[in-house]
């Protein structure tokens, strides 16, 4: 597995047989250099998106017509890109798991909004992608929430790429709070952060926060193997 962050809370996840790419904005992207684009979508199976707001989604119609790749997201959000932009998409809900080139990617529950401009596109939501023998918790954007308890215990959760920048989401305290009541992480990678000036611009709260815990304040475009 290895993993590879595109700046906000866009990543690169090449796992089993798939290259999928999480909440890939990149166009207007402050933290993402343009001129590297086609690295970053290179090879690309799928790309998964949490929600729709334009920090999230922005890229997505375009790098699915370059790719010739499906969009897997709550079947709402799925839809409406299927209708006013053409696009291949799996879309399902809460509770389901898609199969995706060998990995497995469950939708879960987050605690956030969701839209695209003023058009509801259904509900916000995570993953849990596995494979390879790891499980890695895809937070999306969210609070603290008591649905982290059972989703903790189910699917136990080796690698947390965790929104933490504060303001639009939970902020470094909190997402150490849930971190360690929730879950049993060996491996944490913060998001959402560092993008705008609202945000948190350090991960060393986290990181004091989790002794024991690899936390790792990632790089743009810099690959790395949990």
Known sequence: MQITWLGHSGFRIEIEGAVLLIDPWLSGNPMFP??????????????????????????????CKERDIPLVAIYD????FEK??????????KGGTVHLNGAKATLVNACHSSSLGAVPVGSECGFMIAGEGHTVYVSGD???MADMDWMGDLHKPDIGILCAGGHYTMDMARAAYAAKRYFDFKTVIPCH?????????????????LPGVQVIDPEVLVPFRP
């Open 84 to 93: 006013t932009e053409g696009l291949k998409i799996i879309g399902y809900n």
């Open 193 to 209: 952060y560092r993008t705008f000036g609202a945000l948190a611009q350090s991960a060393q709260p986290l990181r004091d926060a």
């Open 77 to 80: 959000l799925a839809a409406h």
């Open 34 to 63: 343009a001129e590297r684009r086609a690295e970053a979508i290179a090879g690309a199976t799928h790309v998964l998106l949490t929600h729709g707001h334009g920090d999230h989604s922005g890229d997505v119609a375009a790098i």
């Open 142 to 144: 969210t609070d603290i």
